[in-house]
């Protein structure tokens, strides 16, 4: 498997996942010039994209679908709620709905509920063979019944959306900031650390904070974060970097 992030935070997010068989995208923010470009800038051709998976339906993860899908052709992966809502597919041909997990050959994909305030919004375990991808964003806790499918994989896609002290201090109005700090919006620095101290194990291989706040954080702000709380739990593991909002990772085989 391979695995790049397009792009992650407020203003546009997506992921390549790729197997020996599958082009995938997890959600489509941005515009298509922006995913196009990425995607060619890193070999991959637009048109060999087959499925998208959609997350949940906030603008800063469908934004290019509707213009991508009409030049492209790729299967919408949704869930039954989700594609009720979203009107603009309802005459799209190509369209594969998930339950709890989407079996695609020797690929798994299980579909975990997450806590966000928007219909049905999904977190995703990707596993072929022995590898394995966790996507955990746009959640505003992770579930404990969860905790057996993301434990030990080998690459932790996870938010770190804002530090606290930052945002309760920040331009945001008040309805705002209880909006992101509640069970229904997104993980904190110290909440995703803390997490992913039960969650890591021997075969973690690198760790992507993901969908960092422009106003309510910065790279160093979450880096110092989680590895202050690693070292707080006695966890030696540095390979972790902090994923951008107009700028692809490193393409990063497992």
Same mark, same amino acid.
């Given at each position: 498997?391979?695995?790049?992030?397009?792009?992650?935070?407020?203003?546009?997010?997506?992921?390549?996942?790729?197997?020996?068989?599958?082009? /995938?995208?997890?959600?489509?923010?941005?515009?298509?010039?922006?995913?196009?470009?990425?995607?060619?800038?890193?070999?991959?051709? %637009?048109?060999? /994209?087959?499925?998208?998976f959609?997350?949940?339906?906030?603008?800063?993860?469908?934004?290019?679908?509707?213009?991508?899908?009409?030049?492209?052709? %790729?299967? /919408?992966?949704?869930?039954?709620?989700?594609?009720?809502?979203?009107?603009?597919?309802?005459?799209?041909p190509?369209?594969?709905?998930?339950?709890?997990?989407?079996?695609?050959?020797?690929?798994?994909?299980?579909?975990?509920?997450?806590?966000?305030?928007?219909?049905?919004?999904?977190?995703?375990?990707?596993?072929?063979?022995?590898?394995?991808?966790?996507?955990?964003?746009?959640?505003?806790?992770?579930?404990?019944?969860?905790?057996?499918?993301?434990?030990?994989?080998?690459?932790?896609?996870?938010?770190?959306?804002?530090?606290?002290?930052?945002?309760q201090?920040?331009?945001? %109005?008040?309805?705002?900031?209880?909006?992101?700090?509640?069970?229904?919006?997104?993980?904190?620095?110290?909440?995703?650390?803390?997490?992913?101290?039960?969650l890591?194990?021997?075969?973690?291989?690198?760790?992507?904070?993901?969908?960092?706040?422009?106003?309510?954080?910065?790279?160093?702000?979450?880096?110092?974060?989680?590895?202050?709380?690693?070292?707080?739990?006695?966890?030696?593991?540095?390979?972790?970097?902090?994923?951008?909002?107009?700028q /692809?990772?490193?393409?990063?085989?497992?």
């Amino acid at each position: 498997m391979k695995v790049c992030v397009l792009a992650s935070g407020s203003g546009g997010n997506s992921t390549l996942i790729q197997t020996d068989k599958y082009n /995938i995208l997890i959600d489509i923010g941005k515009n298509r010039k922006y995913i196009v470009e990425k995607l060619e800038s890193i070999g991959v051709s %637009p048109d060999s /994209i087959q499925y998208i998976f959609i997350s949940h339906l906030h603008d800063d993860h469908i934004s290019a679908l509707k213009t991508f899908i009409k030049k492209y052709q %790729p299967t /919408i992966v949704i869930s039954q709620p989700m594609f009720k809502e979203l009107d603009a597919i309802h005459d799209y041909p190509h369209i594969l709905i998930y339950e709890d997990e989407v079996i695609l050959d020797n690929l798994k994909v299980t579909c975990m509920h997450s806590s966000h305030d928007a219909t049905d919004s999904r977190n995703f375990l990707f596993e072929s063979g022995k590898n394995s991808v966790v996507y955990v964003t746009d959640t505003g806790y992770v579930n404990r019944n969860n905790f057996k499918y993301l434990f030990n994989k080998e690459i932790y896609l996870f938010e770190s959306n804002h530090d606290i002290e930052k945002l309760q201090h920040g331009p945001y %109005p008040d309805w705002l900031k209880k909006r992101v700090l509640s069970d229904y919006g997104h993980l904190s620095n110290k909440a995703c650390s803390v997490y992913l101290t039960k969650l890591i194990g021997d075969n973690t291989k690198k760790i992507y904070l993901m969908h960092l706040s422009e106003q309510n954080n910065t790279e160093d702000l979450a880096l110092n974060e989680i590895n202050n709380v690693f070292k707080e739990y006695n966890i030696n593991f540095k390979d972790i970097k902090c994923a951008k909002q107009n700028q /692809i990772t490193e393409v990063v085989s497992i």
